[in-house]
């Protein structure tokens, strides 16, 4: 079974340009959650999917940043205009039920870089 | 304001020696996770607990809810170089958002043979 999968791993772009980041996550499973961490700080949640609903975006900072979920199954985050404190590493997380007595999978990450 | 506190924040230590990582906060919560990960990687699940006082073990790790569902320990007895990575818990609250994890920072852990 393949596990969650991000792409791009890496990107830099400077400040201003939009960057779009994509989440496969692991067939089957339903929710689908986006998290960040930036440098020197923890993890933090950024929104979580059911199917294609937003379940909870309360963790997202602003209206630069668009998740979508068309179908139910990849999502993608977008940034747009992306600004310097954007730069972190963003997770992408999957899980069949929701709750955390369930376990999730998280992706590698794709590290955002904004110059 | 940090809701999860981890100590230590970084750990290096001989091969074969015990240790205990830290997770402490001011609030309650209805369960905790502790995740290990790798550079380069996503965080991987150890284990949840969701009793207060539960103890769980996996293999030389062992794992304990504190009763008042406020604090978690991790303790890793006779550890050994693949321990070696960034210990991270993560807790969720009553009533909350089934997807809002709240993480630590982390403990970055090194073992040395």
């Known amino acids: 079974e393949a596990g969650v999968t991000q792409f791009p791993s890496h990107s830099v772009i400077e400040k201003g340009q939009t960057v779009t980041l994509r989440c496969d996550p692991i067939?089957?499973?339903?929710?689908l959650y986006w998290y960040r961490r930036v440098m020197g700080k923890e993890i933090k949640f950024l929104l979580h999917f059911v199917k294609e609903s937003k379940q909870d975006e309360s963790g997202m900072p602003n209206n630069r940043f668009l998740a979508e979920r068309t179908g139910g199954t990849y999502s993608t985050l977008k940034v747009q205009p992306a600004e310097l404190e954007d730069s972190g590493v963003y997770f992408c997380?999957?899980?069949?039920?929701?709750?955390?007595?369930?376990?999730?999978?998280f992706g590698q990450g794709t590290r955002l870089t904004v110059v | 304001t940090q809701l999860l506190e981890q100590s230590p924040q970084f750990l290096s230590i001989q091969e074969g020696e015990n240790l205990t990582v830290y997770c402490n906060s001011s609030?309650?919560?209805?369960?905790l996770q502790w995740y290990r990960q790798e550079p380069g990687e996503g965080p991987v699940l150890l284990v949840t607990?969701?009793?207060?006082?539960e103890v769980k073990k996996l293999k030389r790790l062992t794992f304990q809810f504190g009763d008042a569902r406020k604090d978690s320990s991790l303790h890793i007895t006779a550890a050994q170089p693949g321990d070696t990575g960034l210990y991270l818990c993560?807790?969720?609250?009553?009533?909350?958002?089934?997807?809002?994890?709240?993480f630590g920072k982390g403990t970055k852990l090194s073992v040395k043979p």
């Open positions: 607990v969701v009793t207060g006082g």
């Open positions: 997380a999957s899980s069949r039920k929701q709750g955390w007595n369930t376990e999730a999978f």
């Open positions: 993560a807790g969720s609250h009553y009533g909350g958002s089934q997807g809002n994890l709240i």
């Open positions: 067939s089957g499973h339903d929710n």
């Open positions: 609030s309650v919560f209805s369960s």
